[in-house]
């Protein structure tokens, strides 16, 4: 049972344009999303996450976008750049005895070319 | 956010041969750890939680006497991998517990295991 998926395997983006990388989920106990970033043979790397009380957090080049109803969130990386390339993962995770647990999308392979 | 060190970052070994892994939180205490694995071109998949002074909890699937894990201190997790065979050739990966409500983990570099 997939509870975080990322249905897009990869996406290829054009320097300065916008990437936008989606994820759904499934669990509506899932309180807080988080994107990684990733590269081989590396751990992930935090990027930015959102609670389930708002509706969007931007941090620099980077803004997260949750709908709750749809159980759905996207990535936006503006403008996007060479060394933006990597595997993205999405990750969801809930609070009470789940408090922690990271439940992680399949990841979406971003290459941006110059 | 937190600093993670992971040690060693690669391992090949003979079948049969235990294995063991470190994770050390450099810069602040960690009463909880996880463990997650990471197969080729797959999602990254938890496996345990790693807690300070009591046993770890593991996920469904996951054989405890296989993969043992120590939390003996509030800065440094180890998860061994008994008798390791080319079945558990894997990336292994570990992270330390948000400090304190919605707040992000973060990874050691992790620790690719080849087993012969």
């Known amino acids: 049972d997939q509870q975080v998926k990322q249905n897009s395997p990869s996406l290829s983006v054009q320097e300065g344009r916008i990437s936008i990388l989606n994820c759904d989920y499934t669990n509506s106990m899932f309180d807080y999303f988080l994107w990684y970033k990733k590269y081989p043979a590396e751990g992930p790397t935090f990027l930015i996450s959102i609670s389930s009380i ?7 080049r980077f803004t997260v976008f ?19 390339s990597a595997v993205y993962f999405c990750a969801a995770t809930a609070g009470g005895t789940s408090y ?3 439940t992680f999308g399949q990841g979406t392979i971003l290459t941006v070319h110059p | 956010g937190a600093v993670v060190s992971q040690h060693p970052s690669r391992v090949i070994c003979k079948s ?18 996880f463990w997650y694995r990471q197969f080729p071109k797959q999602s990254l998949m938890l ?19 296989k993969f043992l894990i120590n ?22 990966i570990c992270s330390v ?13 992790g620790t690719r295991l080849s087993i012969l």
Do not use: W
Not at chain 2, 47 to 64: D, L, P
Not at chain 2, 97 to 109: K, M, N, S, V
């Open chain 1, 54 to 60: 708002k509706d969007k957090n931007e941090d620099g």
């Open chain 1, 66 to 84: 949750l709908n709750k109803s749809a159980k759905h969130l996207s990535l936006h990386i503006v403008p996007s750049q060479p060394g933006d």
């Open chain 1, 100 to 102: 922690g647990k990271l």
């Open chain 2, 16 to 33: 049969g041969t235990s294995v063991k892994i470190e994770c050390r939180s450099l810069d602040f205490q960690a009463t909880t750890m």
């Open chain 2, 47 to 65: 496996m345990a939680t790693s807690n300070e002074g009591s046993k770890a909890t593991y996920e469904q699937g996951v054989e405890k006497d």
């Open chain 2, 71 to 92: 939390h003996a201190s509030l800065t440094l997790s180890t998860l061994t991998v008994t008798s390791a065979h080319p079945e558990d050739s894997s990336f292994y």
């Open chain 2, 97 to 109: 517990g948000p400090r304190a409500g919605y707040q992000p983990q973060h990874f050691g570099d």
